[in-house]
């Protein structure tokens, strides 16, 4: 099969409709934290000690709801075909995630954000604008950049599993 085939069945199921305010979420996201990211004291090698210490079984779960979120056939038979709606999903998807990753990282959800680290927020941040980011669900990215910034510190920061109260300490 040639290229030009597979962009033709990549073109039969793109959805301008899904794509634009998935794309315009994403942006605003990803606005929004570096917007604020600026606003604080944040290096990068903290970003990516905060990426890094992400354990395995979330970066796993970040890849699967991003792979959920950009489904077009599971939106149209779990939902009706409205924009909204499929916006409303891979919003609940980042959202799901944010909380997912700073949970893991800090071992607690504080109600209070200024109890929680700016790294961890950047962390966070950059995972729900991955899910929220149109035709990423095919490419294994985020998984890629944990990889990344694993080997960046030396695999000091390495888990499998998130702390789970009662079994992990």
């Given amino acids: 099969m040639s290229p030009l085939q597979d962009k033709g069945d990549f073109m039969d199921n793109f959805s301008f409709d899904a794509w634009l305010p998935k794309a315009v979420g994403a942006s605003a996201v990803a606005a929004a934290l570096l917007w604020w ?14 990426l890094s210490s992400i354990p395995f079984a979330v970066v796993l779960l970040i890849e699967g709801l991003d792979k959920l ?13 409205t924009t909204s709606n499929r916006l ?36 966070a941040g950059i995972c729900a604008a991955y899910i929220l980011a149109p035709e990423t669900g095919d490419d294994e990215l985020f998984l890629f950049l944990w990889i990344g910034a694993t080997v960046a510190t030396y695999g000091h920061n390495i888990s499998l599993l998130p702390p789970i109260p009662g079994i992990t300490g």
């Fill in 37 to 50: 990211t600026g606003t604080q004291v944040v290096t990068i090698s903290e970003i990516a000690t905060s």
């Fill in 69 to 81: 979120a950009d489904i077009n056939d599971l939106h149209k038979r779990l939902l009706p075909e």
């Fill in 88 to 123: 409303l999903k891979t919003v609940i998807a980042g959202i799901v995630a944010f909380v997912a990753v700073l949970y893991a990282t800090l071992g607690t959800i504080n109600l209070s954000i200024g109890s929680i680290s700016a790294p961890a927020l950047v962390a």
